[in-house]
């Protein structure tokens, strides 16, 4: 078994999270409490807020943060692909099980997204805005003008978070929802004005997504309100876990070896809520916590080679 690895000087991180009360904080606080209880006196660990998507990153060129997080796995592959990552790496996934739905008001003749065009005008879809930032938003508008919908003619009512869009959505504020984190309550309540239908995206759409990185995935049948076939969409799953590729290794191995090692720390987070309703997958598995969108840190590669077989630490759990 690996010894506990230490810094052998003080170190200021600078994390990048969520808003401040959703995963990506709850993440960047786990691995920032167990790295400073194996990091000399006078070290100090920052975190702030984010959205998930673009502005990580680009907080992590800045110099801004040194480690951040961004969901979901599936943009930051299509951004690797497309070379826009050069000088990040990665130090793990934490898996998180979403997808990108579509959802109707039951009543309107829409079959599939393809159709939302021809009653453009009758239309007021709860969705985040594609604003350079945010990767619900981009993809949204990315899958709508593939399947032959004119953004311009929509009426948008926008968020930058889930919540509002699905309240929106419920409450009938909007007749079509667009968003992810199906895993939360909300989701059960969209149909608690009118009936709801799901529709796919289209094979088109679809195809296009998967040659460019980002893969469909499925909702199952009963997993939302009427859902009552299996749902084709747009995969929205996994935090990845980011920095820089010049973050000193010693820290990115630490880092890496705090997730391994202290993973049921997050997990007891996470464990009273059912598995397939947990915005953080459970049990945290290490071989796939080294599946990322883009090469590893060398740091983290180490520390996946000597530690993903060894026990999680269980020791002094504040959740367990």
């Known amino acids: 078994m ?6 052998r000087r003080p170190v200021t991180l600078q994390f990048r999270g969520d808003w401040g009360q959703a995963n990506m904080h709850r993440i960047c606080g786990w691995i920032a409490q167990e790295m400073g209880d194996r990091a000399p006196k006078g070290s100090r660990f920052a975190i702030w807020s984010g ?3 673009l502005d990580q990153m680009k907080a992590l060129r800045a110099g801004e943060c040194d480690i951040t997080v961004v969901t979901p796995a599936a943009a930051v592959r299509m951004l690797h692909r497309a070379g826009e990552l050069e000088g990040l790496a990665a130090l793990g996934v934490i898996g998180q099980r979403d997808r990108l739905v579509v959802a109707v008001d039951a009543a309107l003749p829409v079959q599939n ?3 939302l065009a021809a009653i ?20 949204v508008h990315k899958a709508l003008r593939l399947a032959g919908v004119d953004p311009d003619r929509l009426t948008f009512a926008y968020s930058e978070r889930p ?7 419920a409450s009938g504020g909007a007749n079509v929802l667009i968003h992810e984190a199906l895993m939360t309550p909300p989701w059960q309540r969209i149909d608690q004005v009118r009936p709801v239908r799901y529709v796919p995206w289209g ?26 076939e299996d749902l084709r969409t747009l995969e929205f799953s996994d935090f990845v876990v980011l ?3 010049d973050l000193p ?6 880092a890496t070896w705090c997730m391994v090692r202290t993973r049921r720390a997050l997990e007891a987070q996470y464990a009273h809520l059912p598995v397939n309703h947990t915005p953080v997958t459970y049990p945290i598995v290490p071989a796939d916590m080294a599946r990322t969108p883009l090469p590893l840190h060398p740091g983290a590669a180490r520390a996946y080679a000597e530690s993903a077989s060894a026990d999680a630490l269980d020791e002094s759990l504040m959740w367990g």
């Open 2 to 7: 690996t010894d506990t690895p230490r810094l």
């Open 51 to 53: 959205t998930g998507g």
């Open 113 to 115: 997204a393809s159709e």
């Open 120 to 139: 453009a005008d009758r239309l007021v879809v709860a969705t985040s805005p594609d604003d350079g930032v945010n990767l619900v938003g981009f993809a």
């Open 163 to 169: 919540f509002p869009a699905l309240t929106r959505f």
């Open 203 to 228: 094979d088109e759409v679809l195809r296009a997504f998967a040659a460019e990185g980002w893969p469909d995935a499925v909702v199952e049948a009963g997993y939302l309100p009427g859902l009552q």
């Open 243 to 245: 920095c820089r590729d």
């Open 249 to 254: 290794e010693d820290v990115a191995h630490l």
